[in-house]
């Protein structure tokens, strides 16, 4: 077989590849979404303001035992959190190697990322914090919006104008962990927020009950 009749092949298979590879959503489907879980977990802080005035043994009991479960809550969310992540990375590991097969080793891999001596361009997205009432920082993803004297570059455009499908799922995959991520950071942050003010609870149970 000639070589071009080789290449012809090659292009085939790979196509065949390509049309049975499933849409990236229907992996992310697999997934809890679980906002609604964590709206219902309440501020540790509001729930200590509530105790100082007056300070009754009966209600710091109450305010204890709600801290509690919503601490059960955040460490079920954490884990549903880190399985996400899991399965999303997994995924997006899967399309990228089959990006690799078809387009070759070569036109997927490091050296198609920028590097020192590439043109400045600006993050399609970027992750922000914010302090929260007990010290700890809360952080959001947002996108950033091209502006007129910035530059705003496609990753996907670094391994080529026409690019497989699979790289595409790859990317939505990879983004869906980095959300997830910083859900788990904000969701850790809490949890050691509500741990906190349980310890501080039980420790002014303890004088009140000295005092009685």
């Not at 097969?101 to 920028?114: C, D, F, K, R």
């Not at 914010?130 to 705003?152: A, M, P, Q």
């Not at 799922?169 to 741990?195: C, E, G, P, Y």
Request: net charge negative; with cysteine; aromatic share 4%.
């Amino acid at each position: 077989m000639s070589e071009p009749q080789e290449n012809i092949k090659k292009v085939s298979e790979a196509q065949d590849d390509l049309d049975k590879v499933t849409e990236p959503q229907e992996d992310l489907d697999k997934v809890s979404e679980s906002e609604d879980d964590l709206e219902k977990v309440s501020d540790p802080d509001d729930d200590l303001d509530e105790v100082n005035e007056p300070q009754d043994w009966d209600k710091v009991c109450q305010t204890l035992d709600k801290l509690t479960l919503d601490s059960l809550l955040l460490v079920q969310e954490q884990i549903e959190l880190k399985l996400n992540i899991e399965n999303a990375m997994s995924g997006g590991e899967s399309h990228l190697a089959k990006s690799r097969y078809i387009l070759g080793h070569n036109n997927v891999s490091a050296l198609q990322l920028p590097t020192e001596n590439s043109p400045e361009f600006s993050s399609c997205l970027k992750v922000e914090g914010s302090d929260t009432t007990l010290g700890r920082k809360s952080y959001e993803l947002r996108e950033i919006k091209k502006t007129e004297d910035e530059t705003v570059q496609e990753p996907l455009r670094w391994f080529g104008v026409l690019v497989p499908q699979n790289l595409t799922f790859a990317q939505k995959m990879f983004r869906q962990a980095l959300q997830w991520s910083i859900k788990s950071v904000n969701i850790q942050n809490q949890l050691l927020d509500t741990m906190q003010s349980i310890s501080d609870l039980k420790e002014l149970k303890n004088n009140l009950t000295r005092a009685t």
